[in-house]
């Protein structure tokens, strides 16, 4: 038996990581005895199978040594049975125990192996089963086996000549293959074992009948007389005999089947679990790890002499089909889709599912990037000209592909940033289409890399802060309120939060520095004149986890901040994306006096949806809208737009703000339409804590 090393690795991070699982499911499920030792023999977990036959507890038993266990006398002997052993098989032995209560008893065990990379022996998973006394491996039991064929034997015992000629049998033999004695009685031994086995039982049987060895014991196949399969431990031993010409063999046969069928059960079992663990429970594509294994061995290969190509598959509008049909429509979906791409790509490509609505396919041995791109052209093509079945009938969808190929020295990580930018360009244009990732792409991933590392520098040099900017009443002119923005400090430079908000977002970065401008704005309330508010401004990932609600509430205890002086701002796209339980966390901020407002408002597809479902307490305009205003252009669709939205807010009770305010002849559109307060140049940008409150 050869050790499949791809199972073999999945046992080694099993057994390293104790998993639970495992010992419910393979040591305490089985039928049969069954223990796991660590290298130096200790006993990490067993059943109460192999308890009950040690007369241990099996309390007592996990954590003692298999050594403390044995008989003195076999331990050199065994320990050099285990260093001669090939580990690339099972080691079959039958050892003399001692057992809690005082007595001995001897079990055949069956110990596989599990290695590490190196071919090391770490683990090993042991099957143990009692041996009748009768048939121990010792010089006596040899010697006294004519006394086992006797009729009083529970042991199938049968006496045979070198051809396999049935001379003498006992009733447990009869019993055991379902046939009378008398019938089986010079007939041959051979009639029992499947043809397909008989050669590999001569050869097993050949040091015996040759006279090299005294006994030999193997696990062989046999069929009853009424056709059943059962599997026997089978021991066949020389008569010792003096004088004698032909030398009889005595075999014996114990019934193992139903402790054969558990080992089985067990092994497929590990299979199954190894499979579940590389493969998505979904679609039955690898998993995202596994497949940026896969991906990386594709380009660490030897034998790579021509490029390979990454797909990166999303769905389009998928969300539309999960949360607008049903979530069994969206299942449906990913599974056809699946099926569809291993379908249309080459037999030798690979698939695996990134999570969501993302696949990718690994392209090996391509010409170049135009035959990856037709490839993915192909794909596209035949899902988009695909119809789906669901419950509610029949739904066509299309897919957006980024494309990467390889270049000497590529990295999986590489190329997935590449192809990833691919499809983030071909979903801008448009959807269903496929991008091929240029050098000017795999140019700005390179700078996003580095300015992610600049990133994690800048927030341990403490170099990200909160800056402020005014927020004015359009029809006072003072400043009611101010936004906090992130800024990044270094020396005399100061960046923008949109040079690097979206790569610390992409680098998950924006926690950190996100949780920072939150603390110096909530600290910088108490420098503000009383009627003034501080509004922070929040990312989705920041509102999207379940802490955010949480650790707000507490800062704001622990400063002692009226709740009612602190507004978070969220875009419309982030409040539609909250979990049940972040959304329950806002209304709590909201119960408590922090305001809500919407953010970018006007730029979503469900803004009404969002004033009506969520606890809004005002809205910003986007300020594409202020951009466009013209006061001298009655009929101008920005300033309908404009205008209509101010009287919604005024409608439903909401504070209204308007963002990129620029000139007095947009402030004074705006304030004619009905925006109380504007935020822009026109009133300064935004300064440090140093400097409030400003003038």
């Known amino acids: 038996m050869t050790v499949d090393f791809e199972l073999n690795s999945r046992l080694v991070a099993l057994l390293d990581n104790a998993e639970p699982a495992f010992a419910a499911a393979f040591i305490q499920r089985s039928p049969a005895g069954m223990y796991v030792m660590d290298h130096s023999g200790r006993i990490d977990n067993a059943n109460e199978v192999v308890a009950e036959l040690l007369a241990i507890p099996l309390t007592e038993l996990v954590g003692l040594n298999i050594w403390e266990l044995l008989d003195l006398d076999?331990?050199?002997?065994?320990?050099?049975?285990?260093?001669?052993h090939d580990w690339t098989?099972?080691?079959?032995?039958?050892?003399?125990?001692?057992?809690?209560?005082?007595?001995?008893?001897?079990l055949q065990v069956r110990s596989h192996p599990v290695l590490d990379e190196h071919g090391n022996v770490i683990h090993t998973i042991s099957w143990a089963s009692r041996v009748d006394a009768d048939s121990d491996d010792s010089e006596a039991a040899a010697n006294d086996l004519f006394r086992q064929a006797t009729e009083s034997s529970l042991v199938?015992?049968?006496?045979?000549?070198?051809?396999?000629?049935?001379?003498s049998i006992n009733r447990a033999f009869s019993e055991l293959v379902r046939q009378p004695v008398d019938e089986l009685l010079g007939t041959n031994l051979q009639q029992f074992v499947p043809a397909e086995d008989r050669e590999e039982n001569d050869r097993l049987l050949h040091p015996v009948r040759s006279g090299e060895k005294d006994a030999v014991n193997f696990v062989a196949r046999i069929y009853r007389s009424d056709g059943v399969e059962l599997w026997?431990?089978?021991?066949?031993?020389?008569?010792?005999?003096?004088?004698r010409q032909a030398p009889?063999?005595?075999?014996?046969?114990?019934d193992i089947t139903e402790q054969h069928r558990a080992e089985i059960l067990a092994q497929e079992a590990l299979v199954d679990l190894a499979y579940r663990s590389t493969h998505d429970d979904l679609t039955g594509l690898l998993t995202r790890s596994e497949f940026i294994n896969t991906l990386d061995r594709h380009l660490s290969g030897d034998e790579l002499t021509r490029p390979a190509g990454l797909l990166f598959i999303d769905v389009d509008r998928f969300k539309a089909v999960n949360d607008g049909v049903s979530h069994l429509a969206g299942d449906r979906v990913l599974t056809a889709i699946a099926q569809q791409t291993v379908v249309a790509l080459r037999p030798h490509d690979v698939v695996g599912r990134f999570g969501g609505d993302e696949f990718a396919a690994v392209l090996p041995d391509l010409s170049g990037p135009d035959e990856a791109f037709e490839i993915a052209e192909q794909l596209r093509n035949t899902i988009?000209?695909?119809?789906?079945a669901v419950e509610s009938g029949m739904i066509n969808t299309t897919v957006s592909i980024g494309v990467a190929i390889s270049r000497p020295g590529s990295t999986g990580q590489e190329m997935l940033a590449e192809a990833d930018a691919a499809l983030h360009l071909a979903k801008q244009q448009g959807?269903?289409?496929?991008?091929?990732?240029?050098?000017?792409?795999?140019?700005?991933?390179?700078?996003?890399?580095?300015?992610?590392?600049?990133?994690?520098?800048g927030l341990r040099s403490e170099q990200f802060q909160a800056w402020f900017q005014p927020i004015v009443d359009l029809s006072t002119g003072l400043i009611v309120s101010y936004e906090a923005l992130a800024r990044w400090v270094d020396g005399d430079v100061v960046r923008p939060a949109r040079d690097f908000i979206d790569v610390a977002e992409e680098n998950g970065l924006i926690q950190e520095l996100g949780q920072r401008v939150i603390d110096e704005a909530v600290a910088s309330v108490r420098l503000l004149e009383p009627q003034q508010t501080m509004s922070i401004n929040a990312s989705p990932t920041q509102v999207g986890t379940p802490q955010f609600s949480e650790r707000l509430s507490w800062l704001l205890s622990s400063q002692s901040v009226d709740p009612s002086r602190v507004t978070i701002e969220i875009t419309e796209q982030a409040l539609l994306e909250l979990s049940p339980v972040c959304r329950r966390g806002l209304e709590s901020l909201r119960k408590s006096g922090v305001g809500i407002f919407v953010d970018d408002f006007g730029m979503g597809y469900s803004s009404l949806a969002t004033l009506r479902d969520f606890p809004v307490t005002g809205i910003k305009l986007d300020r594409s809208f202020t951009a466009l205003l013209d006061v001298d252009s009655a009929d101008d669709t920005s300033a309908r737009l404009a205008k209509g939205l101010a009287d919604l807010a005024v409608n439903l009770d909401l504070i209204r703000i308007a963002e990129?305010?620029?000139?007095?002849?947009?402030?004074?559109?705006?304030?004619?339409?009905?925006?109380?307060?504007?935020?822009?140049?026109?009133?300064?940008?935004?300064?440090?804590?140093?400097?409030l409150p400003l003038a």
């Open 660 to 691: 990129g305010v620029e000139s007095p002849l947009q402030a004074h559109a705006l304030a004619q339409m009905g925006w109380q307060a504007g935020q822009g140049w026109l009133y300064g940008e935004a300064r440090p804590a140093s400097e």
């Open 156 to 167: 199938a015992t049968a006496i045979i000549d070198q051809q396999g000629t049935l001379e």
């Open 232 to 243: 026997v431990r089978k021991r066949v031993s020389l008569i010792p005999i003096a004088n």
């Open 431 to 457: 959807k269903d289409r496929c991008v091929l990732a240029d050098e000017q792409m795999r140019h700005d991933i390179i700078n996003r890399v580095e300015l992610a590392q600049q990133i994690r520098s």
């Open 74 to 84: 076999v331990e050199d002997q065994l320990a050099a049975l285990i260093n001669d």
């Open 248 to 254: 009889k063999l005595v075999v014996q046969l114990s």
């Open 89 to 106: 098989q099972p080691l079959i032995t039958t050892l003399p125990f001692q057992r809690g209560d005082g007595g001995r008893v001897t």
């Open 384 to 388: 988009a000209g695909s119809d789906i």
